[in-house]
């Protein structure tokens, strides 16, 4: 799942892959990884197996790392 720039979300959103570059207001789940570009807002608590937040970025909400899931 991608969230491109300049898209704006509010849901929650679960996925494999989630690529955020854009503004979500929504709680993530992403069995794999969670990559916040550059140009990314996340207001939202957060699973991931593997996190990876670009410069730039903003996180706001709580993090929970959890095992990878196929």
Not at 32 to 52: F, P
Request: hydrophobic share 35%; proline share 0%.
């Amino acid at each position: 799942m991608t969230v491109g720039e300049g898209a704006a979300i509010q849901a929650s959103i679960e996925g494999a892959n989630v690529n955020v570059r854009g503004q979500v207001n929504g709680n993530v789940t992403a069995k794999k990884r969670l990559t916040l570009g550059g140009s990314g807002h996340l207001n939202g608590d957060v699973k991931v197996a593997r996190l990876t937040v670009e410069d730039g970025a903003t996180l706001n909400g709580n993090v929970t790392m959890q095992s990878e899931k196929g």
